[in-house]
């Protein structure tokens, strides 16, 4: 096996060398506006969902404009390995992004600073270090494609893609970004990063008024019906109630500019709820989220069905901007010119480390069942994160588990594993709690899962399989982060030509007269696409960054003398 492995590596990192081609827009209609508002750590506890426990009446006015999506998951139950398949469209472990977190490149460009050593060590027991993930050169943060075709791109302000995002992938990338700031005439792409319903809300909140009762809440079964357990539950609905605010000031926003009836909105949270054994898990509480989808064409509503993964979610917003997905991209457009009709029949998704704590999990859902592949059955589902303690609750249940007062649903979080293999029946079983895999009455349909599952294992390669330090020294050789390349300039026929002799890096630029010009990443810098015609600016100022690598040095090239 380690020698297969290291054989899957070599491929990956051999095909970093090949470039990919620069998407198009293979229609001419008018570009419609696309608006994502994400959340954090809710499942799909709200009103349209069944769930009327927090009063949000933004949310409530989006679904009744648009389509509620009811079979809509996560390919992991965290931030950071999500993000980076939203970004990406690809599965977090068959690039190398799939432990919780690589480093502080959480918002905005990032830190973009890494430590070389940190008390964390990978599940061989070797001591890791910081660092930004060298995926391979042909895979781009997808809003770049919608840069090429004309888009506006921009992020505010959470990133956690798991590398430092790069130059290329947005025109604004911080806490001021808006659609607003875009040239008039220009299709935007925006993206609203909304904190306030995050797990460390639960306790960052604490001082404020809870707006939902706690005598009012449901706490599911495999949590304790205490009364921190209730006041916490509350706590979330509460931000819940915050968040829905947050929302409405956005879409207003959109309505002043006159933009609301030709934008389509997206809705969503990153992954499942914020509560112990919600967040990072592997079970529909970690992976099912809200979606919601109100489209230009106000004759779309209702509820669907479909069953999409986050892989979808790249390939989808390229269709509605009519561009054909890159073919490496793992999910399939659910909307727009390159909508697939036929769907998916499975989501995938996993668990690798989580912080200081290490597993390896596997889940394949469909429709109905949920499958759990555990490489550590040895390990209880519930892992010892210092993070997690700060819950209010958290510290309350270790102490209840403790004294041997907690219902033997929920100590099987903290027991070994029920086995290598999980199987639920999500319709008969909402909250997974009951294993059937050792029941003979589904053996056929553990079968379908477990054949499934070896078919992923051949065709798509799974890098949480090699220890992480091992990986990372694979991806910066001798712990040093690789450099991008520094650009290169010609001018031929009236034209600057740029280039780079990085393969798989992009490239980004400037025009100035400012002759003694300082890198800022907020500069809004253009992608290069073509050549550019030359402009009356004395100066070009040209950037180079390959994802995972260190971002080149700025370069400035004199228009009027270096073209001689």
């Known amino acids: 096996m380690k020698y297969y492995m290291t054989f899957i590596v070599l491929l990956f990192f051999i095909s970093c060398k090949t470039q990919h081609p620069v998407a198009k827009n293979e229609n001419n209609n008018s570009k419609p506006n696309i608006l994502w508002i994400v959340t954090e750590d809710i499942s799909p506890t709200l009103s349209m969902y069944g769930d009327s426990t927090a009063k949000t009446p933004n949310l409530d006015a989006l679904a009744s404009e648009g389509t509620v999506y009811t079979n809509v998951f996560t390919t992991a139950g965290v931030c950071a390995p999500s993000r980076s398949a939203l970004i990406t469209g690809v599965m977090q472990s068959s690039i190398g992004t799939m432990h919780m977190r690589t480093a502080k490149d959480v918002f905005s460009w990032g830190k973009r600073q890494y430590k070389s050593k940190v008390d964390i060590a990978d599940i061989e027991g070797d001591t890791i270090k910081q660092y930004s993930t060298v995926i391979p050169g042909y895979i781009k943060c997808f809003p770049e494609y919608l840069r090429q075709n004309g888009y506006y791109c921009t992020n505010n302000a959470k990133t956690d893609y798991q590398f430092a995002a790069p130059l290329s992938a947005w025109d604004e990338n911080d806490w001021s970004a808006h659609w607003r700031h875009r040239p008039e005439g220009k299709p935007f792409f925006a993206v609203f990063n909304i904190g306030l319903t995050h797990e460390s809300r639960l306790w960052k909140h604490a001082d404020k008024p809870l707006t939902v009762n706690s005598g009012d809440v449901f706490v599911p079964p495999y949590l304790p019906d205490t009364k921190t357990s209730r006041k916490t539950v509350a706590r979330h609905y509460s931000n819940v109630e915050l968040m829905d605010k947050k929302v409405g000031e956005i879409i207003e926003q959109l309505k002043e500019d006159?933009?609301?009836?030709?934008?389509?909105?997206?809705?969503?949270?990153?992954?499942?709820?914020?509560?112990?054994?919600?967040?990072?898990?592997?079970?529909?509480?970690?992976?099912?989220?809200?979606?919601?989808?109100?489209?230009?064409?106000?004759?779309?509503?209702?509820?669907n069905d479909r069953l999409i993964s986050f892989l979808d979610f790249a390939p989808t917003i390229l269709s509605i901007a009519g561009i054909k997905a890159p073919s490496y991209m793992q999910g399939n457009a659910f909307l727009g010119k390159y909508k697939s009709n036929s769907g998916r029949k499975y989501i995938y998704a996993g668990s690798d480390r989580?912080?200081?704590?290490?597993?390896?999990?596997?889940?394949?859902?469909?429709?109905?069942?949920?499958?759990?592949?555990?490489?550590?059955?040895?390990?209880?589902?519930?892992?010892?994160?210092?993070?997690?303690?700060?819950?209010?609750?958290?510290?309350?249940?270790?102490?209840?588990?403790?004294?041997g007062?907690?219902?033997?649903?929920?100590?099987?979080?903290?027991?070994?594993?029920?086995?290598?293999?999980?199987?639920?029946?999500c319709k008969k079983d909402p909250y997974d709690i009951n294993n059937i895999a050792g029941n003979p009455d589904y053996n056929e349909i553990l079968d379908s899962f477990r054949n499934e599952y070896l078919k992923i294992t051949q065709n798509i390669p799974d890098l949480g399989m090699i220890p992480e330090a091992q990986l990372i020294d694979m991806m910066w050789p001798d712990g040093v982060q690789p450099n991008t390349e520094n650009p290169e300039i010609e001018f031929k026929n009236g034209k600057i030509f740029l280039s780079c002799n990085t393969s798989g890096a992009s490239i980004s630029y400037l025009f100035s007269d400012n002759p003694d010009k300082k890198f800022d990443f907020n500069d809004k810098w253009l992608l290069y696409t073509k050549p550019l015609s030359i402009a009356k600016s004395k100066y070009i100022y040209v950037v180079t960054e390959r994802i995972g690598y260190r971002i080149s040095k700025m370069k400035r090239y004199d228009i009027a003398s270096d073209q001689k």
């Open 405 to 425: 007062k907690l219902d033997s649903i929920q100590m099987e979080w903290f027991v070994p594993k029920s086995g290598f293999e999980e199987l639920y029946d």
């Open 354 to 403: 989580l912080d200081e704590c290490t597993d390896r999990i596997r889940t394949i859902r469909n429709k109905r069942y949920l499958y759990v592949r555990n490489y550590f059955p040895q390990k209880p589902g519930y892992e010892d994160l210092r993070y997690r303690k700060n819950i209010p609750m958290m510290p309350e249940m270790l102490d209840l588990k403790d004294e």
């Open 258 to 303: 006159g933009l609301y009836d030709n934008t389509i909105i997206f809705f969503y949270s990153d992954h499942g709820g914020p509560l112990p054994r919600q967040k990072r898990e592997v079970y529909d509480s970690g992976l099912k989220v809200p979606l919601i989808i109100k489209n230009i064409n106000s004759s779309i509503k209702g509820y």
